[in-house]
């Protein structure tokens, strides 16, 4: 889900906003933005689990989704730089 997260941001920024080459904003830097836009942060299902009482197994779950996707869009971002 993060790459395609990453290149629906790409395309988005150069195809919707009309950033393109002409102001320097080519499809490397481009794949760099949505490599760090796409990671979700999964803050607001936390908090709101924790507010339910739900389990900690789901919470903890949850949190390591998280820093599986942070981990990973840190990995892309490095090998598009």
């Not at 920024?13 to 794949?31: C, E, K, N």
């Amino acid at each position: 889900m993060l790459l395609i997260g990453t290149v629906l941001s790409a395309a988005m920024m150069r195809y919707m906003f009309h950033y393109d080459d002409s102001v320097g904003f080519s499809w490397d830097a481009a794949l760099m933005y949505g490599s760090i836009i796409s990671a979700t942060d999964p803050v607001a299902v936390v908090s709101l689990l924790n507010t339910l009482g739900a389990s900690k197994r789901i919470t903890t779950m949850i949190e390591g989704e998280s820093l599986l996707n942070d981990g990973t869009a840190m990995v892309l971002f490095l090998i598009l730089l």
